[in-house]
């Protein structure tokens, strides 16, 4: 966190949070705007997530309401709203936390193959949850990825409905890699599970090469069938998320249906440089004073 953008964005005021800093770096193609925030009695620090210019701020607003529905422990949840008549925001939990292709760059490249493989299985089991519940999360792409300490979270749940209320193909929306965009969906088509798998797909692509769109030996071999077919145009083609978590999960004599993509998070489950860049946020973040509120 530089800063100077610390200092400019602690100015600003969302909802009865103070930002402090943004998550994402200027610039960077993100499904929807996300910020370090504080509440003024600096008893709590949020994940606050607001939508992107030329997103419906209605259909954002519904997205973030329906997200508290969304639950499981790779997925950031949800646990306040905007309210009525309020440009709309939402608040997850701060934990630190880079957006994968953040820890790329801090990596210096692709992340080693247990890093993706960790990654892939605890984000298909989070998904096989949301997808036994009746839901889709509709944003998977690699900016929607954090990386922290413990293990990975989903966040913009959603982004691909929000930013395409007005139901045009999917393709160039402000933020969305269209690399992760699924074919049916990319022509117009409704979100559903398989698009989540294919969009998981893409992230694990990104992870072990740095593009989405990655050629075929590009990908480390041990993955290359698991991406592949996540990839498939064809969604019947496409393994279920529980299927794709058992493609990459190694088999145990201890692993259960709940721990089974945990076991994957072991120490030195992430670079070290990663985590070096986790801890420097964090101490950053301790080491900010916010001003004070302003008397009335």
Known sequence: MEQSRTQQESARRIGPFRLITRLDPPHAATPCRRFVARTEDGMHTVLLSTPLPGTDPGRFAAEADAARYLLGPWIAPV?????????PWYASPYVPALPLPVALAVHGGPL????????????????????GQGLTHAGVSPAAVLLTADGPRLTCYGAVRAASADGEPRTGLPGLDPGALAPEQASGGRPRPPGDVFALGAVLAY????????ERDEIPPALRASIAACLA?????RPTAAALMASLTPPTAHATVLNSAGSLLAPGWLPGRVVAALARQSAELLAVELPAPARV
């Open 79 to 87: 646990t306040d709203v905007s309210g009525p008549g309020e440009a």
């Open 112 to 131: 080693p193959e247990a890093t993706v493989r960790a990654i892939g299985a605890t984000l298909a089991e989070a998904l096989s949850a949301a997808h």
């Open 233 to 237: 145009r064809d969604p019947a083609d």
């Open 207 to 214: 992870a072990a090469t740095g593009h989405t769109v990655p």
